[in-house]
């Protein structure tokens, strides 16, 4: 009988601190719940955009339609978890006409200026480089109607991280 209650104790104790410990990382901001995904378009206007980057150099999604004449507003965020010197991104919307392998290229060797090659004139807007979960947002004036790249500008990145910005 002794080690009956002895046994039931023990499985009560385990319990009582397995759910105390859950209850504390709640107080403490953290989640057991999965996260809804990212709205691909905010509040019904095409213009205010949200893209993912993450830790597998993937953005996700290759175009992005907004309309012409209106201000549009880039919410970048990076969903992995690696370091910004290990697996950095940003989103650069090219002029019309630039060379994206030349520019990446270029990019490259701009690290001080979180790849974006000092004085160049080939951009329209570019987020500043983050790393795994952080977000930059960006706003500026839609282009003229046409069609655009954009890329991360990270060496290497470019290769696969871009996609087309259509301004309709």
């Known amino acids: 009988m002794k080690a ?25 901001g953290f989640s057991y719940e999965k996260k ?4 691909e378009k905010v509040e019904n206007n095409p213009n205010n955009v949200v893209i993912t980057a993450n830790d597998a150099m993937a953005f996700n999604k290759k175009e992005i339609k907004v309309e012409a004449g209106k201000k549009v507003k880039i919410t970048l965020r990076h969903i992995g978890k690696m370091d910004i010197n290990v697996m950095g991104h940003n989103f ?4 019309n006409g630039v060379d994206l392998i030349a520019f990446g290229n270029s990019a490259a060797s701009a690290r001080a200026n979180n790849y974006i090659p000092k004085g160049t004139k080939e951009v329209i807007a570019h987020t500043k480089l983050i790393g795994g979960g952080e977000t930059a947002v960006i ?10 790249d954009f890329l991360c500008s ?3 990145h470019y290769a696969i991280m871009k996609g087309k910005f259509i301004v309709e």
């Open 139 to 148: 706003e500026f004036d839609a282009p003229v109607a046409g069609t655009y």
């Open 92 to 95: 650069v919307l090219l002029k």
């Open 36 to 39: 809804a995904s990212t709205p």
């Open 4 to 28: 009956i209650k002895i046994i039931f104790l023990a499985i009560l104790s385990i319990s009582m601190v397995a759910c105390g410990g859950k209850e504390e990382k709640k107080k403490k």
């Open 154 to 156: 990270f060496p290497g």
